[in-house]
């Protein structure tokens, strides 16, 4: 740990030096709280979730963050990052909070170790350590919060601790701007160490906020008004300088969860306990035990099962264990140490995150606004799967259920009701295709096609019984289908309001600021259409080929097939622009992404996706479509994602022409479709182009430019800001990215090229030729490979041999899979 002895200082510590990655430990190390942006974490597995930042700022809530928020937190904040899980430490006078903030004293020694699932962050001053550890136990709807006080001075030492955090009434946006109610709605109870939080309890709630300490406390508050005050700010709150609590309960206002511990320690005692922060559904338990006193027994047992000696650590070590084993599906020890890292721990990390939230709850999605996207969802699966399929099956299907008849989407949907959200509704044409991509994988991690006969009905349909709905299978041919059946002048799909490109808006013609660019203007009888979309199509329908060819049902199979080709000639024959392939047409008929275009004469997303779907393969294009984006587009920090970037507002466009130059998807560098072109280069057999092009967003590989960067070292970012952009190379949107499952996808399957197959594991690499070879080990249906891929000949791509168990098998085939649970030897040796 470093002392920092004041912010001048700080700020003036060269770059480079906020932190590193503990990789044994698989933590990422903070070693000074100004970080360039609040670095975050995600506390929680399954249903309950904490965000949880370097100086643990951020909020907790069950499932939902908009409908079941617990604890407070005021977005965009002045500073960023205010409010959160603080603990003030009163010193003989002297107040300071470990994680630095909100009071920011000086001369606090400080450290935060951002692991899976939990954050630690060590203060110490003037001899005395405070150590606090957050995470959420697995299966479990609370977060602990363990304190650890060491007396390292040579005296006895008096400390006072005050935890504090805000409640939030649970509906988050009702919260935020209802205060005519909020202000009188405020109800607690407290008991013993327990705060209970109470607030629409009384009627339709069934649940509510529990917050206590596991060791007798000297005193709590529950009024912000009499912790904090009513003019003091967090870094100045009245109790913890006064040094001590008084007792208040919260009528209305805004109610707090405080407590005071007092404690006496000799030089080099400490002293460990707990703060449990749960959320407390009462089930069928009476509510009330008297007029305005709550059965409090289900809270009472969570207090008393975590106050129990040992129950916290073996928490913790339950929680150890849940990322061992998951991280135990895929690991690799390859050349590149940045690949290594990512793979190993951090990106499967994020994955975890991306399918837990979404797009719903970071530093950049408030929890209010988007809930489940349908592509976005169905494209984090692709980075999940191997981890938890059964929750990958019920996420297929959840999805699946917000699917129209007619074969549209509901774009978003919120995770608590699992109903389509009206306000922004469907006609998004590519949303339906990612259903295949991820339904398809989930078949080749787990060989289980019994998922497509699962009940699964449409959104806008009544049903008798679940036995009337239709299963998941008719919603992938309803999407094949709609994407064949909706198409215009050119053959090629409609666009809708946007394709993955959400705003690249072909049909809004929008003039007016106080409508939103996707939703405005006619997309029934628009025109417009997408060329990423038809590459995306191609790339479905070999999906469903390998599907049904699997499944044996050959006139399927040969069904998808000619879609596919019919496709394809569609694509070849309209949208070759001489060096690359085109972007859209808009509602005219004019074609986007052309060289006869002044701006945005190049586009990513059908580079990719055309190449991905097959197209170009046998005429050359392919590959100077790749060659064209590596002209155009690639920089070193990432492929941006069009050039030349638009200088000016053009109603045809939309919202893409909306942004300045360089960031988002007006030529910024969208890390989510880089992953697209890297696998190109891997289908084309560039292993340095694969390489280079994965380093070039890669966010371990940025701790040597982190004053521009900015974001977190650990995970990858939504956007880099693109070469037209003054600030070229910051990170925003870190976290929750399409980015985390497709860099999974580019490293695991494209790279190294260990590749679930409808019949088994499949080893396709494609490597720097430098490379001398690499090792993994995958998890795949309950066995276990263990694989050798060795370069002899220094190639990028080709396997030459392939041996199982010391059995030479055919190199180009998956590995015959037979279920026996045990541990397989694969050598793979690449050449000509
Ligand atoms: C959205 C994605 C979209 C991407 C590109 C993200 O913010 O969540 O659905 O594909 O932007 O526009």
């Known amino acids: 740990m470093k002392t920092h002895e004041d912010a001048n200082t700080m700020t003036q510590t060269p770059p480079n030096t906020y932190g590193f990655f503990d990789d044994a430990h698989r933590e990422y190390v903070i070693t000074r709280p100004d970080t360039p942006l609040p670095w975050l974490n995600y506390l929680g597995q399954d ?116 935890s504090y955090q805000e409640f939030c009434f649970f509906d988050a946006l009702n919260d935020m701007t209802n205060l005519q109610r909020t202000y009188s709605i405020g109800e607690v109870e407290v008991e013993g160490s327990a705060i209970y939080h109470k607030t629409e309890f009384r009627e339709r709630r069934n649940h509510y906020t529990l917050f206590a300490c596991t060791r007798p406390i000297a005193g709590f508050d529950t009024s912000r008004d009499a912790f904090v005050g009513i003019h003091e700010g967090l870094h100045e709150p009245k109790v913890p300088f006064a040094g001590a609590c008084t007792n208040s309960i919260a009528f209305g206002w805004n109610p707090i969860g405080a ?3 007092d404690l006496d320690l000799a030089p080099g005692a400490e002293e460990s306990f707990a703060f449990v922060l749960a959320y407390v559904e009462q089930g069928d338990e009476p509510k009330y035990d008297a007029p305005f006193v709550m059965n409090k027994k289900v809270g009472r047992a969570i207090v008393e099962k975590y106050s129990a000696p040992g129950a916290v ?39 975890m995150a991306t399918f837990n939230m979404s797009r719903s709850a970071s530093m950049y999605e408030t929890g209010i606004g988007r809930g489940m996207g349908f592509r976005d969802s169905n494209q984090d699966l692709l980075g999940f799967l191997h981890m938890i399929p059964s929750r990958g099956k019920q996420r297929i299907l959840d999805i699946a259920a917000t699917q129209l008849s007619d074969g549209t989407c509901f774009h978003q949907y919120q995770p ?11 006609d998004f044409y590519d949303d339906h295709l990612w259903l295949v991509l991820s339904t398809c994988a989930y078949i080749k991690e787990t060989g289980d096609v019994t998922i497509l006969q699962e009940p699964c009905g449409y959104a806008d349909k009544e049903y008798a019984s679940a036995d009337a709905q239709e ?30 490109n959400d705003c690249l808006n072909l049909n809004c013609f929008s003039t007016e600021p106080n409508e939103s660019f996707q939703l405005a203007g006619d997309v029934k009888d628009s025109k417009a259409e997408s060329v990423m979309i038809a590459g995306l199509f191609l790339y479905a329908a070999n999906e469903m080929d390998g599907l049904y060819s699997f499944m044996g049902k050959a006139a399927d199979a040969n069904r998808m097939r000619a879609h596919h080709a019919e496709m394809l000639a569609v694509i070849e024959r309209e949208t070759w622009d001489g060096e690359w392939y085109t972007r859209a047409y808009d509602a005219e008929g004019r074609v986007v992404g052309s060289k006869s275009n002044e701006e945005g004469k190049i586009f990513i997303e059908s580079q990719g996706w055309c190449v991905l779907g097959g197209a170009g393969a046998n005429n050359g294009r392919a590959k100077q479509a790749m060659e064209s984006v590596h002209k155009h587009l690639f920089t070193k920090n990432g492929v941006v994602l069009q050039q030349p970037a638009y200088s000016t507002y053009n109603k045809d466009l939309g919202e893409v022409t909306s942004y300045p130059p360089g960031v988002k998807e007006n030529a910024g560098i969208f890390s989510h479709n880089n992953t697209w072109i890297n696998l190109g280069w891997c289908l084309l057999g560039d292993g340095e182009r694969a390489l280079e092009y994965y380093l070039s967003i890669c966010p371990s590989a940025k701790q040597d430019q982190i004053e521009t960067y900015r974001g977190e070292p650990y995970v990858y970012a939504q956007m880099i800001a693109g070469k037209d952009a003054p600030c070229f190379g910051e990170a925003k949107n870190n976290w929750l990215t399409g980015t985390a499952a497709w860099t999974f996808v580019t490293v695991s399957q494209g790279l190294l090229g260990v590749k679930p197959d409808f019949a088994g594991l ?12 690499f090792t993994a080990t995958r998890r795949f249906r309950g066995n276990t490979y263990q694989i050798d891929v060795k370069n002899p000949s220094g190639v990028c791509k080709g396997v030459k041999s392939l041996r199982l168990d010391g059995k030479d098998i055919d190199p180009q085939a998956p590995i015959p899979f037979v279920a026996d649970g045990k541990t397989h030897q694969v050598e793979a040796v690449l050449g000509a």
């Open 762 to 773: 499949r080893i396709d690499p494609c490597i720097p030729k430098a490379w001398p070879g």
């Open 416 to 426: 608590l009701t699992k109903k389509g959200n009206a306000e922004i509704g469907g």
């Open 471 to 500: 299963n998941l299978l008719h919603h992938l041919e309803t999407s094949i289908a709609y994407t064949m059946k909706k198409r215009g002048p050119h053959g090629l799909p409609l666009i809708g309001h946007a394709d993955w």
């Open 47 to 162: 249903e309950f979730f904490g965000l949880c930042t370097n100086t643990a700022g951020g909020y907790t809530f069950w499932k939902d963050a908009k409908l079941r928020r617990l604890t407070r937190y005021r977005y965009n904040n002045v500073p960023y990052d205010l409010g959160g899980r603080y603990f003030y430490v009163n010193d003989g006078g002297e107040v300071w909070n470990p994680g630095w903030k909100p009071v920011k004293t000086k001369n606090v020694a400080y450290e935060c170790r951002h692991g899976l699932g939990y954050t630690r962050i060590v203060g110490e001053r003037d001899g005395l350590e405070v150590e606090t550890l957050f995470f959420v136990p697995p299966g479990e709807n609370l977060e602990v919060w363990k304190v650890t006080v060491r007396n390292k001075s040579a005296q006895r030492k008096t400390p006072k601790l005050f």
């Open 259 to 261: 407590h005071q511990v």
């Open 313 to 351: 650590d073996a928490a913790l070590a339950a929680l150890k264990k849940y990322w061992d084993d998951l991280l135990g599906n895929f690991q690799t020890e390859c050349p590149n140490e940045h690949a290594n890292r990512m793979l190993n721990t951090w990106n499967q990390y994020q994955c």
